[in-house]
Protein backbone atom coordinates (compact mmCIF):
# COMPACT_ATOMS: atom_id res chain seq x y z
CA UNK A 1 0.00 0.00 0.00
CA UNK A 2 1.18 3.70 -0.74
CA UNK A 3 0.46 6.76 0.94
CA UNK A 4 1.49 10.11 1.28
CA UNK A 5 2.26 10.34 4.98
CA UNK A 6 1.84 7.95 7.08
CA UNK A 7 1.68 8.56 11.22
CA UNK A 8 2.64 5.25 13.26
CA UNK A 9 0.67 5.01 16.80
CA UNK A 10 -3.18 5.99 16.66
CA UNK A 11 -2.82 7.96 20.20
CA UNK A 12 -3.16 11.20 21.60
CA UNK A 13 -0.16 12.63 19.59
CA UNK A 14 -1.10 10.66 16.45
CA UNK A 15 -4.34 11.67 16.03
CA UNK A 16 -3.29 15.12 16.34
CA UNK A 17 -0.60 15.12 14.05
CA UNK A 18 -2.97 13.38 11.45
CA UNK A 19 -5.54 15.71 11.27
CA UNK A 20 -2.65 18.69 11.38
CA UNK A 21 -0.83 16.87 8.59
CA UNK A 22 -4.35 16.78 6.06
CA UNK A 23 -5.09 20.03 7.22
CA UNK A 24 -1.61 21.93 6.22
CA UNK A 25 -1.57 19.74 3.02
CA UNK A 26 -4.49 19.26 1.74
CA UNK A 27 -4.11 16.91 -1.13
CA UNK A 28 -2.35 14.45 0.83
CA UNK A 29 -3.21 11.23 1.46
CA UNK A 30 -2.92 10.84 5.27
CA UNK A 31 -3.19 7.14 7.08
CA UNK A 32 -2.98 6.30 10.57
CA UNK A 33 -0.97 3.21 11.20
CA UNK A 34 -2.29 1.82 14.56
CA UNK A 35 -0.74 -2.23 15.68
CA UNK A 36 -4.27 -2.08 17.87
CA UNK A 37 -7.84 -3.46 16.94
CA UNK A 38 -8.83 0.48 16.83
CA UNK A 39 -7.22 3.93 17.73
CA UNK A 40 -6.67 6.14 20.91
CA UNK A 41 -7.62 3.28 23.45
CA UNK A 42 -5.49 5.02 25.93
CA UNK A 43 -7.45 8.22 25.63
CA UNK A 44 -10.59 6.57 26.72
CA UNK A 45 -8.61 5.69 30.36
CA UNK A 46 -6.55 8.84 30.82
CA UNK A 47 -7.76 11.01 33.82
CA UNK A 48 -10.09 7.57 35.12
CA UNK A 49 -11.92 8.00 32.58
CA UNK A 50 -12.63 12.15 32.42
CA UNK A 51 -9.75 13.08 30.49
CA UNK A 52 -7.13 15.44 32.38
CA UNK A 53 -6.35 16.70 28.83
CA UNK A 54 -4.00 20.00 30.13
CA UNK A 55 -3.92 22.20 32.89
CA UNK A 56 -3.57 25.95 33.00
CA UNK A 57 -0.20 26.17 35.21
CA UNK A 58 1.40 24.83 32.42
CA UNK A 59 5.84 25.55 33.24
CA UNK A 60 8.84 23.94 32.59
CA UNK A 61 9.12 22.98 36.05
CA UNK A 62 6.16 20.12 35.20
CA UNK A 63 8.12 18.63 32.52
CA UNK A 64 11.92 16.95 32.86
CA UNK A 65 13.93 15.64 29.93
CA UNK A 66 15.93 16.83 27.31
CA UNK A 67 13.44 17.90 24.90
CA UNK A 68 12.03 21.41 25.75
CA UNK A 69 8.14 20.82 25.97
CA UNK A 70 7.54 24.42 26.88
CA UNK A 71 8.79 25.51 23.83
CA UNK A 72 6.69 23.50 21.98
CA UNK A 73 4.00 24.13 23.89
CA UNK A 74 3.83 27.90 23.22
CA UNK A 75 4.18 27.80 19.56
CA UNK A 76 1.08 25.51 19.00
CA UNK A 77 -2.26 26.29 19.22
CA UNK A 78 -3.93 26.67 23.07
CA UNK A 79 -6.29 23.95 24.56
CA UNK A 80 -9.12 26.73 23.38
CA UNK A 81 -7.94 26.77 20.16
CA UNK A 82 -7.62 23.27 19.08
CA UNK A 83 -10.36 21.74 20.87
CA UNK A 84 -12.55 24.65 21.72
CA UNK A 85 -12.81 26.05 18.22
CA UNK A 86 -11.43 23.39 16.39
CA UNK A 87 -12.66 20.32 17.68
CA UNK A 88 -15.72 21.63 20.02
CA UNK A 89 -14.48 20.18 22.86
CA UNK A 90 -15.09 22.81 25.54
CA UNK A 91 -12.25 22.48 28.46
CA UNK A 92 -13.64 23.46 31.70
CA UNK A 93 -11.24 23.26 35.10
CA UNK A 94 -11.76 20.46 37.09
CA UNK A 95 -13.32 20.95 40.49
CA UNK A 96 -11.69 17.68 42.33
CA UNK A 97 -8.15 17.19 43.42
CA UNK A 98 -5.89 18.22 40.67
CA UNK A 99 -4.85 21.48 40.89
CA UNK A 100 -5.45 23.18 38.04
CA UNK A 101 -6.63 20.66 35.68
CA UNK A 102 -8.14 21.10 32.65
CA UNK A 103 -11.48 18.32 31.70
CA UNK A 104 -13.65 17.96 28.71
CA UNK A 105 -17.09 19.74 29.97
CA UNK A 106 -18.20 16.17 29.66
CA UNK A 107 -16.44 14.58 32.38
CA UNK A 108 -15.79 12.10 30.04
CA UNK A 109 -13.01 10.90 27.93
CA UNK A 110 -14.85 8.97 25.02
CA UNK A 111 -16.10 12.25 23.77
CA UNK A 112 -12.54 13.60 23.57
CA UNK A 113 -11.87 10.61 21.68
CA UNK A 114 -15.03 10.90 19.27
CA UNK A 115 -14.62 14.53 18.52
CA UNK A 116 -11.27 13.77 17.40
CA UNK A 117 -12.36 10.51 15.34
CA UNK A 118 -15.02 12.89 13.83
CA UNK A 119 -12.34 15.00 12.68
CA UNK A 120 -10.57 12.07 10.78
CA UNK A 121 -13.45 11.29 8.97
CA UNK A 122 -14.42 14.76 7.72
CA UNK A 123 -10.95 15.07 6.63
CA UNK A 124 -10.47 11.66 4.82
CA UNK A 125 -7.95 10.45 7.00
CA UNK A 126 -7.19 6.41 6.87
CA UNK A 127 -6.86 4.44 10.04
CA UNK A 128 -5.55 1.34 9.23
CA UNK A 129 -5.60 -0.98 12.24
CA UNK A 130 -3.63 -4.24 13.29
CA UNK A 131 -0.39 -3.05 11.77
CA UNK A 132 2.25 -3.91 13.90
CA UNK A 133 5.41 -1.89 12.50
CA UNK A 134 8.18 -4.38 13.33
CA UNK A 135 10.78 -2.30 11.18
CA UNK A 136 10.84 0.57 8.81
CA UNK A 137 13.33 1.88 6.57
CA UNK A 138 14.35 4.98 4.52
CA UNK A 139 14.11 4.67 0.76
CA UNK A 140 14.56 6.48 -2.56
CA UNK A 141 11.21 9.25 -2.03
CA UNK A 142 10.16 8.56 1.60
CA UNK A 143 9.81 5.28 3.45
CA UNK A 144 8.92 1.63 3.89
CA UNK A 145 7.28 0.37 6.80
CA UNK A 146 6.90 -3.38 7.64
CA UNK A 147 5.31 -5.98 9.80
CA UNK A 148 5.34 -9.46 9.89
CA UNK A 149 3.19 -9.96 6.66
CA UNK A 150 2.49 -6.58 5.06
CA UNK A 151 4.53 -3.55 3.98
CA UNK A 152 3.22 0.04 3.55
CA UNK A 153 5.31 3.11 1.50
CA UNK A 154 5.01 6.24 2.34
CA UNK A 155 6.90 9.75 0.84
CA UNK A 156 6.75 11.03 4.88
CA UNK A 157 6.86 9.37 8.09
CA UNK A 158 5.55 10.64 11.53
CA UNK A 159 6.46 8.51 14.65
CA UNK A 160 3.41 9.06 17.41
CA UNK A 161 3.83 5.43 19.04
CA UNK A 162 4.21 6.21 22.38
CA UNK A 163 6.77 4.70 25.03
CA UNK A 164 7.04 1.79 27.41
CA UNK A 165 4.20 2.80 29.82
CA UNK A 166 0.46 1.59 29.84
CA UNK A 167 1.72 -2.05 28.28
CA UNK A 168 -1.89 -2.91 28.05
CA UNK A 169 -2.76 0.38 25.92
CA UNK A 170 -0.32 -0.77 22.94
CA UNK A 171 3.07 0.66 24.20
CA UNK A 172 5.83 -1.47 24.82
CA UNK A 173 8.69 0.44 23.43
CA UNK A 174 9.02 -1.67 20.24
CA UNK A 175 9.58 1.25 18.16
CA UNK A 176 12.14 3.04 20.41
CA UNK A 177 14.21 -0.22 20.23
CA UNK A 178 13.92 -0.17 16.42
CA UNK A 179 15.29 3.57 16.62
CA UNK A 180 18.42 2.38 19.00
CA UNK A 181 19.36 -0.21 16.68
CA UNK A 182 18.99 2.37 13.86
CA UNK A 183 21.43 4.80 15.68
CA UNK A 184 19.07 6.93 17.75
CA UNK A 185 20.14 8.91 21.07
CA UNK A 186 17.97 7.18 23.53
CA UNK A 187 17.89 9.00 27.05
CA UNK A 188 17.71 6.34 29.92
CA UNK A 189 14.35 4.76 30.08
CA UNK A 190 12.71 4.58 33.79
CA UNK A 191 8.46 4.48 34.86
CA UNK A 192 6.89 7.97 36.01
CA UNK A 193 3.70 9.47 36.81
CA UNK A 194 3.83 5.71 39.07
CA UNK A 195 4.19 4.71 42.50
CA UNK A 196 7.67 4.00 44.31
CA UNK A 197 8.09 0.67 45.40
CA UNK A 198 9.34 0.28 49.27
CA UNK A 199 10.33 -2.78 51.29
CA UNK A 200 6.94 -4.48 52.57
CA UNK A 201 8.68 -4.66 55.85
CA UNK A 202 8.81 -0.79 56.33
CA UNK A 203 5.22 -0.63 54.91
CA UNK A 204 4.05 -3.73 57.60
CA UNK A 205 0.67 -2.60 58.97
CA UNK A 206 0.13 0.37 56.71
CA UNK A 207 -1.64 -1.26 53.91
CA UNK A 208 -4.74 0.53 52.69
CA UNK A 209 -3.87 3.62 54.93
CA UNK A 210 -3.99 6.80 53.17
CA UNK A 211 -2.69 10.50 55.15
CA UNK A 212 -2.87 14.00 53.62
CA UNK A 213 0.37 16.02 54.31
CA UNK A 214 3.65 16.57 51.94
CA UNK A 215 6.10 13.91 50.51
CA UNK A 216 9.71 14.53 49.97
CA UNK A 217 12.60 12.92 47.53
CA UNK A 218 15.55 12.52 49.65
CA UNK A 219 18.90 11.74 48.42
CA UNK A 220 22.03 11.69 50.47
CA UNK A 221 20.54 14.21 52.87
CA UNK A 222 19.03 16.63 50.26
CA UNK A 223 15.79 17.01 49.32
CA UNK A 224 15.24 17.13 45.69
CA UNK A 225 11.90 17.69 45.74
CA UNK A 226 8.75 17.96 47.84
CA UNK A 227 5.04 17.96 46.98
CA UNK A 228 1.57 18.01 48.77
CA UNK A 229 -1.51 15.82 48.68
CA UNK A 230 -2.63 11.91 49.52
CA UNK A 231 -0.07 10.08 50.34
CA UNK A 232 -1.34 6.43 50.08
CA UNK A 233 0.82 3.37 51.33
CA UNK A 234 -0.10 0.20 49.96
CA UNK A 235 1.97 -3.32 50.47
CA UNK A 236 4.87 -2.71 48.81
CA UNK A 237 4.56 0.47 47.37
CA UNK A 238 3.47 4.23 48.17
CA UNK A 239 1.23 5.99 45.38
CA UNK A 240 -0.91 8.91 45.59
CA UNK A 241 -0.56 11.86 42.66
CA UNK A 242 2.20 13.64 44.81
CA UNK A 243 4.26 10.11 44.71
CA UNK A 244 3.67 9.98 41.23
CA UNK A 245 5.17 13.34 40.51
CA UNK A 246 8.55 11.97 42.34
CA UNK A 247 8.79 8.67 40.73
CA UNK A 248 10.65 10.24 37.83
CA UNK A 249 13.78 10.94 40.20
CA UNK A 250 13.91 7.32 40.88
CA UNK A 251 16.55 6.68 37.25
CA UNK A 252 18.57 9.09 38.36
CA UNK A 253 19.35 8.60 41.85
CA UNK A 254 19.98 5.53 43.87
CA UNK A 255 19.06 4.94 47.34
CA UNK A 256 16.53 7.69 47.08
CA UNK A 257 14.53 7.77 50.64
CA UNK A 258 11.29 9.21 50.52
CA UNK A 259 10.60 11.23 53.71
CA UNK A 260 6.44 11.93 54.31
CA UNK A 261 5.40 15.10 56.90
CA UNK A 262 1.79 13.54 57.96
CA UNK A 263 1.30 16.54 60.18
CA UNK A 264 1.64 19.12 57.94
CA UNK A 265 -0.36 21.47 59.84
CA UNK A 266 1.63 22.18 62.95
CA UNK A 267 5.39 22.44 63.37
CA UNK A 268 7.37 20.07 65.00
CA UNK A 269 7.51 22.07 68.43
CA UNK A 270 3.50 22.89 68.18
CA UNK A 271 3.21 19.12 67.89
CA UNK A 272 5.44 18.22 70.81
CA UNK A 273 3.44 20.51 73.03
CA UNK A 274 0.37 19.11 72.00
CA UNK A 275 1.59 15.46 72.30
CA UNK A 276 2.72 16.50 75.82
CA UNK A 277 -0.80 17.61 76.57
CA UNK A 278 -2.53 14.02 75.42
CA UNK A 279 0.29 12.42 77.62
CA UNK A 280 -1.43 14.00 80.63
CA UNK A 281 -4.99 13.84 79.49
CA UNK A 282 -5.06 9.90 78.54
CA UNK A 283 -2.10 8.88 81.15
CA UNK A 284 -3.86 5.48 81.91
CA UNK A 285 -4.50 4.29 78.80
CA UNK A 286 -2.66 2.06 76.17
CA UNK A 287 -0.23 3.47 73.94
CA UNK A 288 -2.01 2.29 70.64
CA UNK A 289 -4.63 4.99 71.75
CA UNK A 290 -1.90 8.00 71.84
CA UNK A 291 -2.50 8.73 68.59
CA UNK A 292 -6.37 8.55 68.57
CA UNK A 293 -7.72 11.98 66.86
CA UNK A 294 -4.92 12.57 65.00
CA UNK A 295 -4.44 9.36 62.27
CA UNK A 296 -6.12 6.35 61.72
CA UNK A 297 -5.31 3.38 63.94
CA UNK A 298 -3.21 1.47 61.74
CA UNK A 299 -1.11 4.65 61.47
CA UNK A 300 -1.22 5.49 65.14
CA UNK A 301 -0.38 1.86 65.96
CA UNK A 302 2.21 1.74 63.17
CA UNK A 303 4.10 5.00 64.69
CA UNK A 304 4.41 3.90 68.43
CA UNK A 305 5.40 0.37 66.75
CA UNK A 306 8.29 1.60 64.33
CA UNK A 307 9.50 4.89 65.70
CA UNK A 308 9.31 4.32 69.32
CA UNK A 309 9.97 0.56 69.13
CA UNK A 310 7.05 -0.04 71.91
CA UNK A 311 4.47 -2.40 72.72
CA UNK A 312 1.31 -0.49 71.71
CA UNK A 313 -0.06 -2.25 74.46
CA UNK A 314 2.09 -0.27 77.08
CA UNK A 315 0.37 2.58 79.22
CA UNK A 316 1.06 6.33 77.58
CA UNK A 317 2.05 7.21 81.37
CA UNK A 318 5.49 4.91 80.43
CA UNK A 319 6.36 7.77 77.75
CA UNK A 320 9.52 10.09 78.49
CA UNK A 321 10.02 13.48 77.36
CA UNK A 322 12.68 12.38 75.04
CA UNK A 323 10.36 9.92 73.57
CA UNK A 324 7.73 12.71 72.98
CA UNK A 325 10.62 14.84 71.01
CA UNK A 326 11.12 11.91 69.13
CA UNK A 327 7.60 11.41 67.89
CA UNK A 328 7.18 15.28 67.14
CA UNK A 329 10.32 15.12 65.26
CA UNK A 330 9.86 11.60 63.21
CA UNK A 331 5.70 12.23 62.31
CA UNK A 332 7.24 15.43 60.11
CA UNK A 333 9.93 13.00 58.80
CA UNK A 334 8.52 9.42 58.02
CA UNK A 335 11.27 7.74 55.96
CA UNK A 336 11.07 4.42 53.77
CA UNK A 337 13.88 3.87 51.35
CA UNK A 338 12.65 3.64 47.76
CA UNK A 339 13.42 -0.30 45.86
CA UNK A 340 11.79 0.83 42.88
CA UNK A 341 9.21 2.20 40.66
CA UNK A 342 6.31 0.27 39.54
CA UNK A 343 5.82 -1.80 36.68
CA UNK A 344 5.48 -0.17 33.12
CA UNK A 345 1.87 -1.44 32.97
CA UNK A 346 0.93 0.69 36.29
CA UNK A 347 2.73 3.84 34.95
CA UNK A 348 1.38 6.63 33.39
CA UNK A 349 3.91 7.40 31.52
CA UNK A 350 7.60 7.10 30.19
CA UNK A 351 10.57 9.20 31.32
CA UNK A 352 13.29 8.93 28.36
CA UNK A 353 13.27 8.42 24.87
CA UNK A 354 14.76 10.25 21.54
CA UNK A 355 17.25 12.47 22.95
CA UNK A 356 16.75 16.14 21.98
CA UNK A 357 19.80 15.82 20.22
CA UNK A 358 18.38 13.57 17.38
CA UNK A 359 15.35 16.76 16.32
CA UNK A 360 15.23 19.75 15.03
CA UNK A 361 12.65 22.52 16.18
CA UNK A 362 10.06 20.97 13.88
CA UNK A 363 10.43 18.09 15.27
CA UNK A 364 12.30 16.74 11.85
CA UNK A 365 14.86 13.94 12.53
CA UNK A 366 18.44 14.71 11.62
CA UNK A 367 19.59 11.29 11.10
CA UNK A 368 16.35 10.71 8.30
CA UNK A 369 15.08 14.12 6.43
CA UNK A 370 11.32 13.81 5.99
CA UNK A 371 10.80 11.53 9.35
CA UNK A 372 9.08 13.25 12.26
CA UNK A 373 8.38 12.44 16.14
CA UNK A 374 5.74 13.61 18.51
CA UNK A 375 4.38 12.51 22.04
CA UNK A 376 6.37 10.04 24.65
CA UNK A 377 8.42 8.77 22.24
CA UNK A 378 10.58 11.92 23.00
CA UNK A 379 12.58 12.11 26.59
CA UNK A 380 10.62 14.71 28.00
CA UNK A 381 7.75 13.55 30.97
CA UNK A 382 5.46 15.88 32.48
CA UNK A 383 3.71 15.80 36.04
CA UNK A 384 0.27 14.38 36.93
CA UNK A 385 -1.67 16.77 35.96
CA UNK A 386 -2.73 17.09 32.59
CA UNK A 387 0.72 17.80 31.26
CA UNK A 388 1.88 14.92 29.29
CA UNK A 389 -1.73 14.92 27.25
CA UNK A 390 -1.20 18.54 26.64
CA UNK A 391 2.84 17.74 25.21
CA UNK A 392 1.12 14.53 23.24
CA UNK A 393 -1.07 16.74 21.86
CA UNK A 394 1.18 20.11 21.16
CA UNK A 395 4.05 18.01 19.46
CA UNK A 396 1.44 16.26 17.41
CA UNK A 397 0.39 19.46 16.30
CA UNK A 398 3.79 20.55 15.39
CA UNK A 399 4.90 17.43 14.16
CA UNK A 400 1.83 17.41 11.63
CA UNK A 401 2.23 20.68 10.72
CA UNK A 402 5.98 20.70 9.51
CA UNK A 403 5.24 17.40 7.89
CA UNK A 404 2.17 18.88 5.78
CA UNK A 405 3.96 22.00 4.69
CA UNK A 406 6.93 19.78 3.84
CA UNK A 407 4.96 17.86 1.56
CA UNK A 408 3.29 21.04 0.18
CA UNK A 409 6.19 22.14 -0.55
CA UNK A 410 7.50 19.15 -2.41
CA UNK A 411 4.40 19.21 -4.33
CA UNK A 412 4.98 22.74 -4.99
CA UNK A 413 8.73 21.50 -6.44
CA UNK A 414 7.84 19.06 -8.68
CA UNK A 415 5.06 21.30 -10.79
CA UNK A 416 7.24 23.97 -11.02
C1 LIG B 1 -3.95 4.85 32.65
C2 LIG B 1 -3.35 6.14 32.15
C3 LIG B 1 -3.96 7.34 32.48
C4 LIG B 1 -3.40 8.54 32.05
N1 LIG B 1 -4.04 9.72 32.36
C5 LIG B 1 -3.53 10.89 31.93
C6 LIG B 1 -4.21 12.11 32.17
O1 LIG B 1 -5.33 12.14 32.69
N2 LIG B 1 -3.62 13.25 31.74
C7 LIG B 1 -2.40 13.27 31.10
O2 LIG B 1 -1.91 14.33 30.75
N3 LIG B 1 -1.77 12.11 30.80
C8 LIG B 1 -2.31 10.93 31.19
N4 LIG B 1 -1.66 9.76 30.87
C9 LIG B 1 -0.46 9.83 30.01
C10 LIG B 1 -0.89 10.07 28.55
O3 LIG B 1 -2.00 9.27 28.26
C11 LIG B 1 0.25 9.77 27.56
O4 LIG B 1 1.39 10.50 27.90
C12 LIG B 1 -0.18 10.12 26.14
O5 LIG B 1 -1.31 9.37 25.77
C13 LIG B 1 0.94 9.85 25.15
O6 LIG B 1 0.44 10.02 23.86
P1 LIG B 1 1.21 9.41 22.60
O7 LIG B 1 0.38 9.69 21.42
O8 LIG B 1 2.60 9.86 22.60
O9 LIG B 1 1.27 7.86 22.88
P2 LIG B 1 0.11 6.81 23.14
O10 LIG B 1 -1.15 7.49 23.54
O11 LIG B 1 0.72 5.85 24.07
O12 LIG B 1 -0.17 6.17 21.72
C14 LIG B 1 0.80 5.41 21.03
C15 LIG B 1 0.08 4.50 20.06
O13 LIG B 1 1.03 3.86 19.24
C16 LIG B 1 0.65 2.52 19.03
N5 LIG B 1 1.85 1.75 18.72
C17 LIG B 1 2.89 1.49 19.54
N6 LIG B 1 3.82 0.75 18.91
C18 LIG B 1 3.34 0.55 17.65
C19 LIG B 1 3.84 -0.17 16.52
N7 LIG B 1 5.02 -0.83 16.57
N8 LIG B 1 3.09 -0.18 15.38
C20 LIG B 1 1.90 0.49 15.31
N9 LIG B 1 1.39 1.15 16.37
C21 LIG B 1 2.10 1.19 17.51
C22 LIG B 1 0.02 2.13 20.35
O14 LIG B 1 -0.85 1.02 20.22
C23 LIG B 1 -0.71 3.40 20.76
O15 LIG B 1 -2.05 3.43 20.30
C24 LIG B 1 -2.20 8.55 31.28
C25 LIG B 1 -1.59 7.32 30.94
C26 LIG B 1 -2.16 6.14 31.35
C27 LIG B 1 -1.50 4.83 30.97
Not at 284 to 292: G, I, K
Not at 311 to 332: G, Q, T, V, W
Amino acid sequence: MNTDIAVVGGGASGLCAAIEAKKFCPAADVSIIEKLPKCGKKIIATGNGKCNLSNVNLSSEKYHGSVNAMNIINNAPDCYEFFTKNLGILCVEGSEGRQGGLYPSSNSSSTVLNALRLKIQELGINEICGFDVNSFRQIKNGFALYSSNDQIFCRKLIIAAGGYAGTSFGTDGSVLRILKDMGYKISRISPAVAPLRVSQNQLKGLKGVRAKGSISAVHKGRILRTEKGEIQFNENNISGVCVFNLAYLFRDYENLVLSADIMPHMTENELADYLFCIRRIRRNYPLEEFLTGLFVKNMSVYIVKNVLGKSPESKISSLSDNDIKILSYRIKELEFNVTGCSSWQNAQATYGGIHADCINSKLESLLHKGLYFCGEILDTVGDCGGYNLQFAWSSGITAGRNCGISLKGDYYDKNK
